[in-house]
């Protein structure tokens, strides 16, 4: 069976910084491909940042470049979201996302990949 489990998440003041974490089990994640989305009550899913299986690229939405660094430990099996420099706007729920990426990146659409995390939420206030 596979799962994803994130952790990391919570309530952080404006400038604050998290660090999410997405530990997989039933699979190992060398061979997917693997990302981030969030979804905030009222607005639509969002694509955040995701690395491709096939070549390692990196993809980021423009409204976190400069702010937020994904990245993977391979020997833990677990992927990672740095987010620095947090906003009021980067409220809302987080999941972790993996695929094997048959058909190369879904990006942005990561919404669509086989295996999710129930998600983490995270809450940029004052």
């Known amino acids: 069976q596979v799962q994803l489990q994130e952790s990391g998440g919570g309530s952080v003041q404006p400038g604050g910084s998290l660090r999410l974490s997405c530990a997989a089990s039933g699979i190992k994640l060398d061979e997917y491909g693997i990302g981030w989305f969030r979804q905030a009550p009222g607005k639509e899913r969002e694509a955040v940042a995701s690395?491709?299986?096939?070549?390692?690229?990196?993809y980021y939405a423009n409204s976190v470049k400069g702010r937020f660094s994904i990245s993977r430990d391979n020997a833990k099996n677990t992927f990672y979201l740095q987010m620095d420099s947090l906003k009021p706007e980067d409220t809302a729920l987080y999941h972790c996302?993996?695929?094997?990426?048959?058909?190369?990146?879904?990006?942005?659409?990561?919404?669509?990949?086989?295996?999710w995390g129930q998600g983490t939420q995270v809450t940029v206030s004052s």
């Open positions: 690395i491709r299986r096939d070549d390692g690229r990196i």
């Open positions: 996302v993996a695929d094997r990426e048959p058909l190369g990146s879904a990006w942005p659409h990561l919404w669509q990949y086989d295996y």
